[in-house]
């Protein structure tokens, strides 16, 4: 008899050819599916030969009309496409857009209806929006996508598409969260705290872990330092790259101020010493396969730069299960800082090992690290004039 519910093919499968190009496979049809991730989307074309495929990929995009009837989603991808700034900024407002502003807006609101009203009921939502982690979102984050909306608004003003910025005088965040503490209402790590996360983690990670700890080196600059960054005699680290995280590529640093050179602890070199007879170690083993022409001191086991999203879920997750909760990997700098302000060091030397701008980011971001620290003294003082009477 036969099967009264017969399945349904819904499209012909597909096999892969070893003569094709990666990412693509054959289907049973004859075509070519090519699949490829780009600016973090995955995209599919298809073709009947591998090069219709790549041609599909790296065609030139249509341009793109901008009317009344244009969507925000529609220019907020068009802005993207004609910024010109530093490579680590037009990053940070691609994973904004495509993160945050699209999913929250949706692909259906036209430019010309995004209002004040509109924007502030978005941002509320934005602020309760849960992460992956199923909290809601940091101050820093609404903050930054907030950002990214205002500077495409301005640039749809300035092209004539819209009379104001609706963004204008609108605050991302709370009075509450705007006046959030580092080390208080946003914990970091403790040095016990972060003792025994150390202690979970072995090898490369620990010694990652112990230079970022050490150094206060954003994520990007770390994992973009190059073997010659490093004087292990005179004991410092240049920083003036970083590793970009779309495509694993070396850029510049986020300012000027972010080249530099930063101090290494005494206690920091054997951590670094032990990382370059890693390096020696991983490259006998991968042998001609071994690619690492930028000299990289941070490697997978073939030479590859490091993912920094892995880095960082991987943080992510180690914290969590050693701490009961979870710390970003940005926590790290953090730390660095706080403890070096709590211990007396000049602030302006602080703000120059971190790269900061100028010492006012350095007041503002820790200033109740400084204003404790004051207090204690204070109160020490005020103990031993007591104990004097």
Same mark, same amino acid.
């Given at each position: 008899?036969?099967?009264?519910?017969?399945?349904?093919?819904?499209?012909?499968?597909?096999?892969?050819?070893?003569?094709?190009?990666?990412?693509?496979?054959?289907?049973?049809?004859?075509?070519?599916?090519?699949?490829?991730?780009?600016?973090?989307?995955?995209? *599919?074309?298809?073709?009947?030969?591998?090069?219709?495929?790549?041609?599909?990929?790296?065609?030139?995009?249509?341009?793109?009309?901008?009317?009344?009837?244009?969507?925000?989603? %529609?220019?907020?991808?068009?802005?993207?496409?004609?910024? *010109?700034?530093?490579?680590?900024?037009?990053?940070?407002?691609?994973?904004?857009?495509?993160?945050?502003?699209?999913?929250?807006?949706?692909?259906?609101?036209?430019?010309?209806?995004?209002?004040?009203?509109?924007?502030?009921?978005?941002?509320?939502?934005?602020?309760?929006?849960?992460?992956?982690?199923? *909290?809601?979102?940091?101050?820093?984050?609404?903050?930054?996508?907030?950002?990214?909306?205002?500077?495409?608004?301005?640039?749809?003003?300035?092209?004539?598409?819209?009379?104001?910025?609706?963004?204008?005088?609108?605050?991302?965040?709370?009075?509450?969260?705007?006046?959030?503490?580092?080390?208080?209402?946003?914990?970091?790590?403790?040095?016990?705290?972060?003792?025994?996360?150390?202690?979970?983690?072995?090898?490369?990670?620990?010694?990652?872990?112990?230079?970022? %700890?050490?150094?206060?080196?954003?994520?990007?600059?770390?994992?973009?330092?190059? &073997?010659?960054?490093?004087?292990?005699?005179?004991?410092?680290?240049?920083?003036?790259?970083?590793?970009?995280?779309?495509?694993?590529?070396?850029?510049?640093?986020?300012?000027?101020?972010?080249?530099?050179?930063?101090?290494?602890?005494?206690?920091?070199?054997?951590?670094?010493?032990?990382?370059?007879?890693?390096?020696?170690?991983?490259?006998?083993?991968?042998?001609?396969?071994?690619?690492?022409?930028?000299?990289?001191?941070?490697?997978?086991?073939?030479?590859?730069?490091?993912?920094?999203?892995?880095?960082?879920?991987?943080?992510?997750?180690?914290?969590?299960?050693?701490?009961?909760?979870?710390?970003?990997?940005?926590?790290?700098?953090?730390?660095?800082?706080?403890?070096?302000?709590?211990?007396?060091?000049?602030?302006?030397?602080?703000?120059?090992?971190?790269?900061?701008?100028?010492?006012?980011?350095?007041?503002?971001?820790?200033?109740?690290?400084?204003?404790?620290?004051?207090?204690?003294?204070? &109160?020490?003082?005020?103990?031993?004039?007591?104990?004097?009477?």
């Amino acid at each position: 008899m036969p099967n009264p519910n017969p399945t349904r093919r819904t499209r012909a499968a597909s096999s892969p050819d070893q003569d094709l190009p990666r990412g693509m496979t054959r289907r049973a049809d004859g075509r070519i599916m090519y699949r490829y991730t780009e600016a973090g989307d995955r995209l *599919t074309v298809y073709g009947s030969t591998a090069d219709d495929c790549l041609a599909k990929r790296y065609a030139p995009r249509p341009e793109v009309r901008v009317d009344e009837r244009t969507t925000l989603a %529609a220019f907020l991808e068009l802005w993207l496409e004609g910024l *010109t700034l530093r490579d680590n900024t037009i990053e940070a407002h691609q994973y904004n857009v495509r993160r945050w502003l699209v999913p929250l807006f949706g692909t259906r609101v036209r430019l010309a209806k995004v209002e004040r009203e509109l924007i502030r009921s978005k941002l509320a939502e934005l602020r309760t929006t849960p992460t992956r982690f199923g *909290t809601p979102p940091a101050p820093n984050t609404v903050q930054h996508a907030f950002a990214t909306l205002s500077a495409a608004m301005t640039a749809a003003v300035d092209d004539g598409r819209l009379e104001s910025n609706p963004c204008r005088g609108l605050k991302a965040n709370t009075a509450e969260a705007e006046e959030a503490r580092i080390g208080i209402e946003h914990p970091i790590p403790t040095e016990l705290e972060l003792r025994r996360v150390m202690h979970a983690a072995t090898d490369q990670r620990l010694r990652l872990l112990q230079v970022a %700890a050490s150094t206060g080196l954003r994520q990007s600059e770390l994992l973009g330092l190059a &073997v010659e960054d490093l004087d292990l005699v005179a004991r410092t680290i240049h920083v003036h790259r970083s590793l970009r995280r779309s495509d694993r590529k070396l850029g510049r640093v986020k300012n000027r101020a972010s080249n530099r050179i930063v101090p290494v602890p005494a206690a920091l070199v054997p951590v670094l010493r032990a990382q370059l007879d890693e390096l020696v170690i991983l490259e006998a083993i991968a042998g001609s396969s071994w690619s690492n022409p930028s000299g990289l001191l941070w490697t997978g086991s073939h030479g590859e730069p490091l993912v920094g999203s892995t880095v960082t879920h991987w943080f992510e997750d180690l914290t969590r299960a050693e701490l009961g909760r979870s710390f970003r990997w940005h926590d790290l700098r953090h730390f660095y800082a706080s403890n070096l302000l709590a211990r007396d060091v000049p602030i302006a030397k602080v703000a120059k090992w971190l790269g900061h701008s100028s010492t006012t980011i350095t007041f503002t971001t820790y200033y109740h690290v400084i204003r404790d620290a004051a207090a204690a003294d204070q &109160v020490e003082l005020a103990g031993g004039v007591l104990a004097a009477m």
